[in-house]
């Protein structure tokens, strides 16, 4: 029986491994969808920044060569948030999933857990039911000892 247990806890530490990955891989997911999240904020901050400076009434007239630089940042910072929000939306779904494996390694480890703790239940009423079998057997020569000494 003790070899049996030892055999599942070997197991169970593998999966408790297994599971403590996936939850460093959820951690890291979770950062990256923070940093994504501030890089759309600050793009879009540039973005309408841009924009002002773009629709602004200007008492200077400007050349055509420097309405299109500008028309080409905006569009510019305007493709850098649509990549950004489908990166988001990409690492979300990442997320999700990753959080479905975890809930998935922690129910394995577990039922693992559930089953060695039976084991070792077992094992202990198997040792008990040994150790008062050998306490009666013991009476029991006691007892046949006294009944010929006497």
């Excluded at 693992?112 to 239940?121: G, K, N, V, W």
Aim: proline letters at 1%.
């Amino acid at each position: 029986m003790q070899k049996r247990i030892h055999r599942f806890q070997r197991i169970l530490k593998t999966r408790q491994q297994e599971r403590d990955l996936v939850q460093a891989e959820l951690v890291r997911k979770q950062k990256e969808e923070e940093q994504l999240v501030g890089r759309i904020q600050q793009v879009h901050q540039e973005k309408e920044c841009a924009l002002t400076d773009f629709c602004r009434v200007r008492t200077e007239p400007l050349s055509p060569q420097t309405l299109w630089y500008e028309r080409q940042n905006l569009d510019q910072l305007e493709r850098i948030l649509s990549d950004s929000r489908e990166r988001l939306d990409v690492c979300r779904q990442g997320i999700e999933e990753t959080k479905h494996q975890l809930l998935e390694r922690h129910r394995n480890v577990r039922i693992l857990e559930q089953y060695i703790e039976r084991l070792e239940q077992l094992r202990q009423k198997g040792d008990l039911l040994a150790e008062q079998n050998l306490m009666d057997e013991i009476s029991s020569q006691r007892f046949l000892f006294h009944q010929q000494e006497g």
